[in-house]
């Protein structure tokens, strides 16, 4: 367990401000995350006070970015609980190797909601 590394929070600002889902509040300073089980491609689980086998996926913020290191093209979600809650950061590297560098926010493209 442990807070967003700046690289980190960075990508999910940046992916609320341009899905336009800025507005919902969250103090980034109480987040807490661990990564997942990826294979090394930057994926996060954000911890919740509610046990995981009460929460169950809401809204997804999707978007494409490639990997700052190498180029290799990445497909993220930013994935919300059923009570609005972040619940994870879904990276997928298309090359499955491990994640060299979190994109910069300038890079990211077709940002989307999915309810």
Known sequence: MRKLF??????????LKKSGLDSIGIDFRE??????????MGSL????STPDELRS???????????????VELSIS???DSDGVLYELDIWKVDFSPLGGYP???SLSS???IP
């Open 6 to 15: 700046l690289a980190e929070r960075l990508l999910v600002e940046s992916l």
């Open 31 to 40: 987040v807490q995350v661990e990564a997942m089980s990826d294979g090394g």
């Open 45 to 48: 689980k954000f911890l919740s």
């Open 57 to 71: 996926l809401g809204l997804q913020v999707e978007a494409m970015a490639k990997d700052e290191a190498d180029g």
């Open 78 to 80: 930013l994935n919300f």
């Open 104 to 106: 910069r926010v300038d």
């Open 111 to 113: 940002v989307k909601v």
